[in-house]
């Protein structure tokens, strides 16, 4: 036995063959296992095994020990020498690591579930790979900027999660200065809050300047919880020669124009004096800034860096959208790939790979924003007033292999990228590693295997037609995905009773 460095233990076990008999589950499994409920397996105590598991910094031949949705035992090594007592699973040279954790989703329930909605955004996570996401306080309605808002959002999720879901609050102009309504939110569960610093296209949801952000941030420091902010801002400066008139709305350049990297660059600027207040002494410290979905990757990343440098309490995430695609190969009239902010071209797309994979950038998420199709405006291909927004969750892990093979990325960065670091941001301590004591949320995938994303593959998103990955082929099939110890889904097919837990901070 083995002691971790945080007093878990992980078992290396060397069995004489004589000594029980297994039962055995290969991959490809037949399309039932014989469980019902909340897991395709009827067993809550079991093994599983394979050739490539991403454990302990490592990366080889391992079994893993499920026992009561915990993590109980690692034995690493040439497994297939030992025999166990337990039901194994064994998936041969498929991969075996923790399941993602998508900190920044939009499942849009209450109020729009014809949007997306709890148990399709689920379903499509977790055929996805991913175990865990944290749902954003807008595109829902009402919006979760308070402790009644929060208990909405828990009613319409109840019986709907097939992954665990935890939830952001929203830090707006109505509660950033009443500590006690940010309290009460904060006491109620959410994992942190959520800030706009430019209109967020939902209207009860305005947007914040830097001083409702500095006030926020003082409430966050007494729960050392972050505050997430969506960076862009108009600058006050800025010399808008687009006369919309004389403009193509069905030009991608045409939009693109509209959200420059200065507006980026200006919110980053704007934050200056919140970051400093997060470094050690300062007046919210304990506090963590974190910037989602970062595409500007020169003035604003820079500034950021430095900050990092100097001492504050800074994370950074980008998407995968922007590492896939570049401004110059976006179609015209495609509004499939509308986003704010946008998707830049090529050279800003291989900077962002650069600072990705030098850490300056922490993490990726999906930014899944949804909408039905009609406000894509698809056949009109309208940029300027189609729905911004990349449909996603599904397809985040096979599209950041497939581009990042280029770039050599390895599984064990892909692990760090999607769920050691986001679960440090959410807050919880139990997920985002296969070490003993941990949740069992584990993804089982094959990432030689390609296939086209096209009509033929089954996509379990609300709408299936209005996402820009259609047509890409890709590399990386997931097999399985366990959530606490739960098959919830495997083979195409989902677990009959969803059975994830809504997460609340305490």
Not at 400 to 409: A, L, V
Request: aromatic letters at 8%; proline letters at 6%; hydrophobic letters at 40%.
């Amino acid at each position: 036995m083995v002691a971790s460095a945080k007093g878990r233990l992980v078992s290396v076990l060397a069995v004489a063959a004589a000594l029980a008999a297994v039962l055995l589950y290969r991959a490809p499994f037949s399309k039932s296992l014989g469980g019902e409920g909340c897991s395709l397996l009827p067993h809550d105590h079991f093994w599983v095994a394979s050739d490539r598991v991403v454990t302990l910094g490592r990366v080889g031949p391992a079994a893993v020990e499920v026992k009561g949705g915990l993590i109980n035992a690692i034995a690493v090594g040439d497994y297939r020498s030992f025999v166990l007592r337990r039901p194994l699973l064994d998936y041969g040279d498929a991969v075996i690591m923790p399941g993602l954790i998508d900190v920044h989703a939009h499942l849009d329930e209450p109020g729009r579930a014809e949007w997306e909605g709890f148990s399709t955004g689920t379903r499509a996570a977790a055929a996805g790979g991913i175990t865990t996401l944290v749902d954003m306080p807008l595109n829902s309605f009402p919006s979760t900027v308070s402790e009644e808002t929060l208990k909405l959002k828990l009613e319409a999720a109840q019986d709907k999660l097939y992954v665990d879901v935890g939830f952001w609050g929203g830090l707006v102009p109505e509660n950033a200065f009443n500590p006690s309504a940010l309290e009460g939110l904060l006491n109620a569960g959410v994992l942190g809050l959520k800030s706009f610093m430019c209109p967020s296209g939902i209207n009860d949801f305005p947007m914040t300047n830097s001083t409702h952000i500095e006030e926020g941030l003082v409430t966050l420091a007494k729960y050392k919880r972050p505050l997430l902010i969506h960076a862009e801002r108009i600058p006050e400066a800025e010399d808008d020669d687009m006369r919309e008139d004389e403009l193509d709305p069905r030009s991608y350049m045409t939009y693109l124009k509209s959200r420059p990297p200065s507006w980026e660059e200006s919110a980053i600027r704007d934050l200056h004096r919140a970051m400093k207040d997060t470094e050690s002494g300062g007046r919210s410290e304990g506090a963590h800034i974190h910037i989602v979905h970062l595409s500007d990757a020169k003035t604003s990343l820079e500034l950021m860096k430095d900050a990092k440098r100097s001492g504050a309490s800074l994370s950074i995430e980008t998407c995968p959208h922007y590492l896939a695609f570049s401004s110059e190969e976006v179609p015209d009239g495609d509004t499939r790939f509308k986003c704010s902010p946008p998707i830049r071209d090529d050279t800003n797309r291989e900077n962002l790979w650069k600072a990705l994979l030098d850490g300056h950038i922490d993490m990726l998420s999906s930014d899944h924003s949804p909408s039905t199709p009609d406000l894509k405006l698809m056949e009109e291909g309208n940029f300027l007033r189609a729905w911004g927004g990349i449909s996603s969750l599904q397809f985040v892990l096979p599209v950041t292999w497939s581009y990042g093979r280029k770039y050599g990325i390895t599984l064990n960065q892909l692990s760090s990228w999607w769920s050691e670091n986001p679960a440090k941001l959410a807050g919880q301590k139990n997920k985002g590693a296969i070490l003993p004591g941990y949740h069992a949320d584990i993804v089982v995938w094959k990432p030689e295997t390609e296939f086209q994303l096209d009509d033929s593959h089954v996509i379990y998103h609300k709408h299936q037609n209005i996402s820009a990955y259609l047509g890409k082929q890709l590399s990386g099939k997931v097999l399985s995905t366990f959530v606490r110890g739960n098959l919830v889904f495997a083979e195409d097919k989902h677990a009959n009773v969803a059975c994830g837990v809504p997460i609340l901070a305490k």
